[in-house]
Structures are given as C-alpha cells and as structure tokens.
C-alpha cells in the first residue's frame, strides 16, 4: 500500500562521543550532572477490552512479568492493578516531588492523561515536562500500518494539548513500541501541526545526548538533525518484576540508582559531565515500601553539589544552544 511515510534506518554508530566525550562546562551553572526523572504515564491507555481492544494487557503488572489474557472479556485483576497507579500512585509520586520541589518529564500515554484529565494541570504547574509515549500503550507494529501509526500521533498530540492546556507540546517523544516508521511518522506530523519536537528518546546508546540525521531529509528536506536524549531501562522501577539483576525491596532500588550516579559523578568530578535517568512507573514505584528507596535516593542527591534535577526539554533546549547540530559529511541509509 501507497504510503507517505518511509523507513527511518540511520547507520548504526560505534564511535559515538569516545574518548571525545565533552568535558568542562557541559551543563549550566557548572553542574557536573543532569538528573532526569521519567514518570510513563500508562494506566488507562493498556490494552482493555474497555477501550475496544480484544484482551486485557498482560505486561507490567503485579501478578506476573506476563499474565496470561483471555480475548473478548474485561480481566478486572488486571485493571484493578492498573488502577492503582492513578488512584494512589500518581498522588504519592506528586506529594513527593513537592516536597523536593522538582520537575520531572512524563512519557504520557495520551488515552491515560485524558482519561484522568484532573492531574493534567497540576503537573503543567509542577513545570512538568509533557512528553509523550504514544497514544495507545501498545505496540505499533500492532496497527495496520504507517497510516494508521500517523494517526495515532496525530490524535496523540491532541489528547496531550487538551489535558494540559499548552499548545507546544508534546515536547518530545519515546514510544518504546515504536516501528521503523516511528521517528519519520512523528517528525512528519510535528511539523504539519506547527509543534516543536525537541527531542527524541527511543535509544539508549548513551549517557549524554546526541545528534542524528534529521528524518524529514527522507522526503528531500533541509536536514536540521534529530536531538537524542538517550533513555534507560537499568535505573527503571520495572526491575521489580525483573528476574536476575531486579529488586524486592527499596533498599534494592536506592542501591540501583546510587552505584549507577556514583560512578556518573565520579566521571563528572574528572572533568567528563553526564546525565542520568531514572524511570518511573505509578503503578510499580507508587507501592508504599517501593517509594521509600526512590525518596532516599532523591534525599541522597540532593546533598550532593552540582547536580542538575531537569526536565528532559530543558536538557534539550540547553543542548540545542550550546551544542548545536553539526551535518554528517556524508548520510547513509541501509
């Protein structure tokens, strides 16, 4: 089928920064990292037979790594988990960053902000970052097609605008699920609805941002790069369900973070700034006796000098400014 969206499939890149990595005044003020704190904003937007799909969502939830779904009918297990997240988890997350007064970045499903439309202008005072996730929490390979996807986007970037009230976002995008159209989909319509993307996290090659070929040069366009601000699975409150190398209590998840931003730090003290993220979830991290080893955390951080707790668009505004995009002598696509 006739499509006018294409494959977005850049050369993969094993150089990178290096041993190039930039040094010195990397981040504003002199700050030797920048924290980023990602809340995915899912429940509502999973696969429910509430929301016409064929089977409840069998990822990411307390029963099981995967529960096994029954097609045609509501799994009110399952959905009772979800809820949990919205009901407790999404209070007790924001309570706590009060407290510290921080912004954090939300990978917002847009189906789960409009469906719990109350928090949408609390965050947008917190100076939350409204970013999104998609706009179903499902994978977009499950579609019909790039056509399909585009829509999906489109109708995501309304349901984020109506729940937030702002007219500029979302301010970036990470789908996880995406496709290999994803990246060309998403340029595309930002720039036919006039919103700024500032960035893209589906990639975890780095801890600092980078620069890509822009994905709109596939349709003949001046190529003004695509900003990657690398995401993470590692300092991800999923390790709850994870096997092996996970958590089970918040002890486990303080001990997580800290060895991963001692070592940030460390390199950051050696004149070599980076940026860490960590990964939310409301209904994972929301449990009491988890939040107890987020908090310690955030208190653990806070004594530290020189650290940068940002949002991930004020990451790529200050990167945009100081580290413009520079084009490749030559782009190749495989």
């Known amino acids: ?8 499939l850049p050369p993969r890149d094993f150089v990178g920064y290096g041993l190039d990595t930039p040094k010195g005044d990397v981040w504003p003020n002199g700050a030797k990292i920048a924290v980023s704190f990602v809340l995915n904003y899912e429940e509502g937007a999973e696969h429910t037979v509430w929301n016409g799909d064929e089977h409840s969502e069998p990822f990411l939830n307390e029963a099981n790594y995967f529960r096994n779904r029954v097609d045609g009918r509501r799994d009110m297990y399952t959905e009772s988990l979800y809820d949990y997240g ?6 007790r997350i924001i309570r706590l960053f009060k407290k510290f007064n921080w912004p ?4 917002l499903n847009s189906r789960a902000i409009e469906a719990s439309a109350q928090y949408g202008p609390v965050l947008v005072d917190m100076g939350c970052d409204m970013a999104a996730h998609g706009n179903r929490w499902i994978t977009q390979t499950e ?8 829509t999906h986007v489109a109708q995501g970037i309304e ?5 937030s009230g702002l007219k500029d976002v979302p301010t970036g995008w990470y789908l996880g699920r995406g496709s290999l159209y ?13 919103v700024p993307l500032l960035y893209c996290s589906d990639c975890y090659a780095d801890d600092l941002p980078f620069w890509v070929e822009d994905p709109l040069t596939l349709d003949g366009e001046e190529d003004k790069g695509m900003l990657m601000v690398p995401y993470g699975l590692v300092n991800n409150d999923h390790k709850f369900y994870s096997k092996g ?9 303080f001990d997580i973070l800290k060895g991963d931003f001692e070592t940030l730090y460390s390199e950051a003290e050696e004149g070599s700034p980076k940026m860490m993220t960590i990964a939310l979830h409301s209904r994972l991290i929301g449990r009491p006796g988890r939040l107890q080893g987020l908090k310690q955390f955030m208190e653990y951080i806070s004594a530290r000098e020189g650290v940068w707790v940002t949002t991930r668009a004020d990451i790529a505004r200050h ?3 100081k580290f413009p995009y520079e084009k490749p002598q030559r782009l190749v696509h495989n």
């Open 319 to 321: 990167w945009r400014s």
């Open 104 to 107: 954090f970045t939300l990978w």
């Open 245 to 253: 190398a996970g958590a089970s209590t918040g002890k486990d998840w």
């Open 159 to 163: 349901r984020i605008q109506a729940a």
């Open 143 to 150: 579609l019909s097609g790039p056509e399909e996807e585009a």
């Open 1 to 8: 089928m006739a499509t006018a969206y294409k494959q977005f």
């Open 182 to 194: 994803s990246k060309h989909i998403i340029s595309k319509v930002h720039k036919e609805k006039g």
């Open 86 to 91: 919205i009901r407790v988890g999404v209070p």
